[in-house]
Nanobody
C-alpha cells in the first residue's frame, strides 16, 4: 500500500535551519509530483512547495528564497530544506502525493521555531 513517512522535524531557534524528509513507498515515485503542506495551530493547511516528476518546483510566494524542495528518485524521498526559520513557520509539515486518482498524506512532522 502507499505510505509516506515524514521525518526531520524538531525544535529550532529563529534563523536556524531544518531539513525535512518524506520517504515514499507503494508508488512509482519517479513518475509523481510531490507536495509539502503545513498546518499551524488554528489555521488551514497550506501548500508550501511542489516538485514535479521532472524536477520543476513551485513555492508559496511568502516562502520563496527560504525553502527549497528537492527529490532523490533513487531513494524515493522528497526533501524540504528550510532556512532562516521564523516563529511563524511553526506548524505540522505534511507531504502529499497523488496516485491512482487519490491523494495520500503522511502523518506529519512537527516543526517548532522559538524566538
Amino acid at each position: 500500500q502507499v505510505q509516506l513517512v515524514e521525518s526531520g522535524g524538531g525544535l529550532v531557534q529563529a534563523e536556524g535551519s531544518l531539513r525535512l524528509s518524506c520517504a515514499a513507498s507503494g508508488i512509482m515515485f519517479r513518475a509523481v509530483a510531490m507536495d509539502w503542506y503545513r498546518q499551524a495551530p488554528g489555521k488551514q493547511r497550506e501548500l508550501v512547495a511542489t516538485i514535479t516528476w521532472g524536477g520543476s518546483t513551485n513555492y508559496a510566494d511568502s516562502l520563496k528564497g527560504r525553502f527549497t524542495i528537492s527529490r532523490d528518485n533513487a531513494k524515493n524521498t522528497v526533501y524540504l530544506q528550510m532556512n532562516s526559520l521564523k516563529p511563524e513557520d511553526t506548524a505540522v509539515y505534511y507531504c502529499r502525493t497523488t496516485w491512482s486518482a487519490r491523494y495520500y498524506w503522511g502523518q506529519g512532522t512537527q516543526v517548532t521555531v522559538s524566538s
